[in-house]
């Protein structure tokens, strides 16, 4: 149901939810969430039994997303980038995504470092807003839209990079985050949605406050000047995503609560 719309589907809505809701989840045999928080969630709001959920995350495809199969040189002579140092964004160009912030950031960080790109990567109703933004704040020939690219070539988006970086001011579970861990890619992200569930600040990512650009600034300055931070993040969270997050771990688990019910 589309709870956007007025009234009143609004109400008919929130009453599928306060009541249809918690009947199909309390006569299911398992419900299945990709995360501990979502769990908590059904067990305060639709008092479901721990015992009946089961977390299965989204997974992603290390194949497709396998560092050792591109080449970072020949990917930048394609899509016509230099050899600077390279921050890659990739998702919707919405107000969620927390570009603006980004781009606050991105001016920041010339003031330290002025040898430095930034590449945006797909397409949504805030990119000429963007592109006007970066003109205003001189950042323009800091940033590179590319566009769309489909599943098959974005490994290339993320292979391009030094980093990854992801400025959400809100998430549910961002598949571009296990994208950008499989690919080995030091990640600097916002501490929302599923993202500080699974990720360790300093450890396997940088995490800072959402919407606030001096804060997303440093950590990404110090993911670029700090070699050896970079490469322990990508190497962390490269084996966090082969241990936790495959598709054939999730397809596994999948099956079994199938053959458990």
Not at 56 to 70: A, E, H, M, Q, S
């Amino acid at each position: 149901l589309n709870t956007s719309l007025p009234f009143p589907m609004n109400w008919f809505s929130d009453f599928y939810r306060r009541t249809m809701e918690k009947i199909v989840f309390k006569n299911a045999e398992t419900v299945v969430v990709q995360t501990k928080t979502n769990k908590r969630i059904l067990e305060r709001t639709c008092g479901i039994l721990p015992e009946k959920i089961r977390i299965i995350p989204n997974g992603v495809d290390t194949t497709l997303f396998d560092p050792i199969r591109y080449n970072p040189d020949t990917i930048r002579e394609k899509y016509a980038l230099n050899k600077e140092k390279t921050i890659v964004f990739t998702g919707r160009l919405t107000t969620q995504k927390g570009l603006y912030h980004l781009f606050d950031s991105i001016a920041l960080i010339k003031r330290e470092m002025s040898s430095v790109q930034f590449v945006i990567v797909g397409t949504g109703p805030q990119e000429q807003e963007l592109r006007a933004l970066s003109k205003s704040l001189h950042i323009e020939k800091n940033i590179t839209f590319l566009g769309e690219m489909n599943h098959n070539t974005i490994a290339e988006a993320y292979s391009m990079g030094d980093a990854f970086v992801l400025p959400s001011l809100s998430e549910s579970f961002p598949n571009v985050m296990l994208e950008a861990m499989a690919m080995q890619k030091p990640i600097i992200a916002t501490k929302v949605g599923v993202i500080p569930e699974i990720l360790e600040n300093r450890k396997t990512a940088m995490l800072v406050q959402p919407g606030n650009a001096e804060e997303l600034a440093k950590a990404m300055l110090e993911v670029l000047t700090d070699d050896k931070l970079a490469r322990n993040l990508g190497k962390n969270a490269k084996e966090l995503v082969h241990k936790d997050y495959t598709w054939s771990r999730v397809v596994n688990e999948t099956l079994d609560v199938y053959n458990h019910a």
